[in-house]
T-cell receptor, first 118, second 113 residues
Framework: GAVVSQHPSRVICKSGTSVKIECRSL??????MFWYRQFPKKSLMLMATSNEGSKATYEQGVEKDKFLINHASLTLSTLTVTSAHPEDSSFYIC??????????????FGQGTRLTVV | KNQVEQSPQSLIILEGKNCTLQ??????????LRWYKQDTGRGPVSLTIMTFSENTKSNGRYTATLDADTKQSSLHITASQLSDSASYICVVSAVYSNYQLIWGAGTKLIIKP
């Protein structure tokens, strides 16, 4: 099946620094990618929809300047957590859909990134 | 409001036993329903995806059913194995939703030897 690679899988950073998380579709092109955040024992919460070549669409309550998304190519989207604080510590997951024109296209997920801000 | 509700919240069964997880949704207009398995600390992995016209779909020991009239779905796991321990999440997509997925809270399944 299709593979989505997310890197890094774990990262620990100091408060006030920025962290970049990469999401790559390895064997297909993805015009649309999604970024999720997951709190312990909770389901995934959509943060933003990343669109290649255009600005990301953020969900209500998600700070655009805090979580910068760049989708510069059809196989790569990045999420940068800027000026990280301990409350940003969480599990971040990306997903990619191979074909935006098919409503029932499967979404493939990355392995997730565990961010810990100290 | 588009919502997906799952039950039970958690379930513990003995290895080898069968179990059924439930999912009710109010998403409209409905496009498709997906079941994902998520191991702790990992991304979700797709088990099944069903459209309006599909009533059942199997993937190995996993069988999903869909009743679009009552807006209910179930995931049946047969002959459970220890590796089935995970969260099982029901996800529904609405037509014209810009491909956004509406996530259930998941059922935490624990298989005991």
């Amino acid at each position: 099946g299709a593979v989505v690679s997310q890197h890094p899988s774990r990262v620990i950073c100091k408060s006030g620094t920025s962290v970049k998380i990469e999401c790559r579709s390895l064997d297909f092109q993805a015009t649309t990618m999604f970024w999720y955040r997951q709190f312990p024992k909770k389901s995934l919460m959509l943060m933003a929809t990343s669109n290649e070549g255009s600005k990301a669409t953020y969900e209500q309550g998600v700070e655009k300047d805090k979580f910068l998304i760049n989708h510069a190519s059809l196989t790569l989207s990045t999420l940068t957590v800027t000026s990280a604080h301990p409350e940003d510590s969480s599990f971040y997951i990306c997903s990619a859909m191979p074909d935006r024109s098919l409503m029932n296209t499967e979404a493939f997920f990355g392995q997730g990134t565990r961010l810990t801000v100290v | 409001k588009n919502q997906v509700e799952q039950s039970p919240q958690s379930l513990i069964i003995l290895e080898g036993k069968n179990c059924t997880l439930q999912c009710n949704y109010t998403v409209s207009p409905f496009s498709n329903l997906r079941w994902y398995k998520q191991d702790t600390g990992r991304g979700p992995v797709s088990l099944t995806i069903m459209t309006f016209s599909e009533n059942t779909k199997s993937n190995g020991r996993y069988t999903a059913t869909l009743d679009a009239d009552t807006k209910q779905s179930s995931l049946h796991i047969t002959a459970s194995q220890l590796s089935d321990s995970a969260s099982y999440i029901c996800v529904v997509s609405a037509v014209y939703s810009n491909y956004q997925l509406i996530w259930g809270a998941g059922t935490k399944l624990i298989i005991k030897p």
